[in-house]
């Protein structure tokens, strides 16, 4: 038998457990999360009207049912209250670490720091119920927001902004959030981009999306498409384009609210008034000839009483583990972790702490293949270790007491009915308190 444990509950963690088990009738798999509740950011980072993709739990599921593969939730592993990775090594024939990319980048420009910038990051954490988010009240008082990015991520929090009570009220987000929502005054949101169309990195399926939100208008501004050349477009760029094309010869609407994209603008300050986010400073960029852009000298501003910053994530060093600055990566070959460019026998990596934050959630299982092979591939070596029979017995000896697979059942039970109290169906339960509290009634 080989006991491997599988830290992160997301789709890299359970596409890797699954690989494994198909592949080697001999591998139990533990799948431990500092969390109590599985499936990653796909339950924390898929905005609550994509009921399509957080289906994609149903699947993740089938793997964390699985006979040989055992959820152990509320397990922290690293940093001053986590369980050391050395101890970790000590329980199981082999790690592999799928704890993915937890930051956001920074813009690094005057103004990030003042209250009513976000990171798209923590927006999403909040209106998806992680029980880490903080509500600092970031809409309270809000007119116009910009979001900076032009990513799938984006579009999320665009869409989310200027929802209404009837499309979110069927969802599972959190009761305040929903309230906090309903009742904030947005009616413009401005989703822009440094570069141009052809460079943003949503899917058209996302895009077109913005068009079907109710009593709201996507305006597109017709000179800010002219620099794109049709003939040097993908088939996605192209499909993209055209989208927007549509929208920038629409007539205009008298709609409720506004979601403006704008492309070939660059932040370069958030200004303030009060103490806190008064607006956006961009400078106009153009096109220069190797695919990226370069500042014109010419500046415009947006007012705005809430930024959120939506450029891409970064991956966090875990303690005792090597780490990439420049990548945001663990260094590996293959999924083998090297420290000092050597393999460390029995450690591995799969998702975006091993490749970066790239690719869709089905990126994920070609990723975690590769790093079970070569796990498999190093089996014989890694199952002459001497390591506990259970390595349960060892962790809660160690004063760490795991949320099983039963405690999870008991939250999606509670939500259900918290759900039903409120006249909604699901409802996320948004508190460490609440999440364990729940757990532990089973």
């Not at 509740?37 to 289906?55: F, M, N, Q, T, W």
């Not at 996302?206 to 017709?222: A, F, K, M, N």
């Not at 400078?283 to 014109?296: F, L, M, Q």
């Amino acid at each position: 038998m080989l006991r491997v444990a599988v830290v992160g509950s997301g789709p890299s963690g359970c596409y890797t457990a699954q690989s494994l088990v198909q592949q080697d009738p001999g591998v139990h798999v533990d799948v431990l999360d500092r969390l109590p509740c599985p499936y990653g950011l796909v339950r924390y980072g898929v905005a609550p009207d994509h009921e399509k993709i957080k289906s994609l739990q149903g699947n993740l599921r089938g793997v964390l049912e699985h006979e040989r593969v055992r959820f152990l939730g509320g397990v922290r592993v690293g940093g001053p209250d986590g369980l050391p990775v050395e101890r970790l090594r000590q329980l199981y024939h082999a790690v592999v670490y799928c704890v993915g990319a937890a930051a956001d980048r920074r813009l690094g420009i005057p103004g990030e720091e003042l209250p009513g910038s976000w990171s798209a990051t923590d927006f999403v954490a909040w209106y998806s119920a992680h029980p880490d988010a903080v509500d600092a009240g970031c809409l309270h008082g809000v007119h116009s927001a910009v979001v900076i990015g032009v990513g799938n991520v984006a579009v999320d929090v665009a869409r989310m902004l200027v929802r209404s009570a009837p499309e979110l009220q069927p969802t599972d987000i959190p009761q305040a959030a929903l309230d906090t929502l309903i009742a904030s005054g947005i009616t413009d949101v401005h989703m822009v981009g440094r570069r141009g169309p052809a460079q943003a990195r949503f899917t058209t399926k996302e895009l077109r999306e913005l068009g079907t939100v109710p009593d709201t208008e996507v305006i597109v501004q017709e000179a800010e498409l002219a620099a794109t050349a049709p003939d040097a477009l993908t088939a996605v760029q192209r499909r993209n384009v055209e989208v927007l094309r549509g929208w920038a010869a629409a007539p205009p609407r008298r709609a409720a609210r506004r979601i403006r994209l704008r492309f070939f603008l660059r932040p370069v300050e958030l200004l303030e008034r009060d103490g806190r986010v008064a607006g956006v400073r961009f400078e106009r960029t153009a096109p220069d000839g190797n695919g990226g852009v370069t500042g014109t000298g010419r500046y415009e501003e947006v007012p705005a009483q809430l930024v959120l910053r939506s450029v891409g994530y970064r991956g966090v060093p875990l303690e005792g583990l090597p780490f990439d600055t420049a990548s945001g990566t663990v260094p590996h070959h293959e999924g083998r972790v090297l420290r000092d460019g050597v393999v460390s026998p029995g450690e591995y990596v799969a998702g975006w702490i091993k490749r970066g934050p790239t690719g869709v959630i089905g990126t994920n299982r070609p990723c975690a293949k590769e790093t079970a092979v070569s796990l498999l591939a190093d089996a014989p070596a890694l199952a002459a270790a001497q390591v506990p029979e259970d390595p349960l017995t060892a962790l809660r000896a160690a004063g760490v007491e795991p949320v099983p697979w039963h405690g999870w059942l008991a939250i999606e039970r509670a939500e259900a009915a918290l759900g039903a109290q409120l006249g909604r169906s699901v409802v996320k339960l948004a508190d460490w308190d609440a999440l364990l509290g729940a757990a532990r009634s089973a």
